[in-house]
């Protein structure tokens, strides 16, 4: 397995040795068939996926990538080889199983579109990762998504990135298998995350200040945990003929219910914090069930000692012949999700 760098500020490249590294550069990088090597880095990321092999990583160093000088047109040097109207509609498409990793984090490494494309970022390979606990990327400014996993890349791995001010959704993940950990995403016209795949395992994600909703659960099943949804527009965390099982997850603040589950959507909320929701549409939620199962909502802290209603608790919404919701017993005291902090 190869290992390739990206920097804005060193001249890196991809390598074929094993135990040598591949940077890209944002200042000095040149883009060839051939660039990659520390003397002879690539400046753009879709170059260095051209020029790698899968299992290969790609270590991408601070800087802004992209159209670099914002003149709408990708075909000046250094921009990203985006593939607008067609193709993967994206500004970069991971179309290997690689390992695209920032250097120095997600406040320094900005993969940044100009509404001239869908995505920010496509994976449509099986199997790639995208970041890394400290090594993830900001994905903004797309006119849909800030990162898109095709429905046909199953398996892949989204690690503390970043997705802010796109005009749909900050993560669309369509493929099944994925695994989605440490993730920010907020301030985006629509859903912070939007999961349409089945045995999506989602952990330790934050969706804040969001137009529409946190996190989403549409036709397939999802299991989240220690997320937080906090300050949506519309609801925390919400399943739509899918399965949602939820896991000391916090959803706190949002204009609808914290937790929805609607149209024959199936799964439980345990150990979780429902605080302040329901204050736009006027109805105190903490969890809304109108999907006419019965969900399991034990072991729940509702925002007074006193359970579910009680002062100024959340309440246990149900609506709809078969909805139910069991919340005995409950917490007295808040269940808190530690959101560690990204580089």
Known sequence: MRSTL????????????AAAATWLTA???????????????CRSISQAIANAAA???ILVGPGYYGDVNANHSFDDPGDEAAEGGAGC??????????????????????????????????????????GGPQNGFTLRGASQHGL??????SGVRVIGNVADSNNSHG??????GAVVTGNRAFQNVGDGFDFTGSGIVASG??????????FVVLNGQADLQKCVASGNAQYGLAAVTAGMT???VTAAGNGFAGVLYVVSATGSVNGSTLLGNGFADGDHCGISNQAGVAIDASGDYWGSAGGPGSGSADLACVNGGGSSLSTAPFKTREIKVPVKPLR
Request: hydrophobic share 40%; net charge neutral.
């Open 27 to 41: 200042m000095y990088g040149v883009d060839s068939p051939s660039c990659g090597t520390k003397t002879a880095p």
């Open 148 to 153: 898109r996993v095709d429905g046909a890349a």
């Open 246 to 248: 939820l896991r000391s």
């Open 171 to 176: 993560f669309q993940v369509d493929g099944n």
């Open 89 to 130: 509609d994206c500004l970069v498409n991971v179309n290997k199983a690689v390992t695209l990793k920032s250097r120095d984090g997600a406040n320094v490494t900005v993969v940044g579109s100009t509404l001239d494309v869908k995505s920010a970022l496509a994976v449509t390979a099986s199997g790639a990762t995208i």
């Open 205 to 214: 994600n934050v969706a804040s200040a969001n137009q529409q909703s946190g």
């Open 55 to 57: 299992s290969d990583t």
């Open 6 to 17: 990206l920097t804005a500020t060193l001249a890196l490249g991809i390598s074929h040795s």
